[in-house]
């Protein structure tokens, strides 16, 4: 079992920023590919941000490319997602995410965040 847990989110203005954390415990974190995704009101959940176990492959949506960077300390066994120039259309719960291989088929997941951008 891997525990995730997810903090920083909040309200902030368009333009803005946020980093969110995810603490996780449980096995052995760089054994893991982790992962951000997030939820919109009446949308499917989506993959914002992946990383793999050293942290030397990243990957990411169309729509956060340039604006937002996934990293990991594994030391601290902790992933981080820094968001910046923050749109409404990024609000959104957004979720930690844990899986072995990276393929994301039935990885562990944390509660989630809620990140709320206004106009």
């Known amino acids: 079992q891997v525990q995730l847990v997810e903090s920083g989110g909040g309200l902030v203005q368009a333009g803005g920023s946020l980093r969110l954390s995810c603490a996780a415990s449980?096995?052995?974190?760089?054994?893991?590919?982790m992962g951000w995704f997030r939820q919109a009101p009446g949308k499917e959940r989506e993959s914002v941000a992946t990383?793999?176990?050293?942290?030397?492959?990243?990957n990411y949506a169309d729509s956060v490319k340039g604006r937002f960077t996934i990293s990991r300390d594994n030391t601290k066994n902790t992933v981080y997602l820094q968001m910046n120039s923050l749109k409404p259309e990024d609000t959104a719960v957004y979720f930690c995410?844990?899986?072995?291989?990276?393929?994301?088929?039935?990885?562990?997941w944390g509660k989630g965040t809620l990140v709320t951008v206004s106009s």
């Open positions: 990383i793999s176990w050293s942290g030397g492959r990243t």
């Open positions: 995410a844990a899986d072995r291989l990276g393929a994301w088929a039935n990885p562990y």
């Open positions: 449980g096995r052995t974190f760089s054994n893991y590919y």
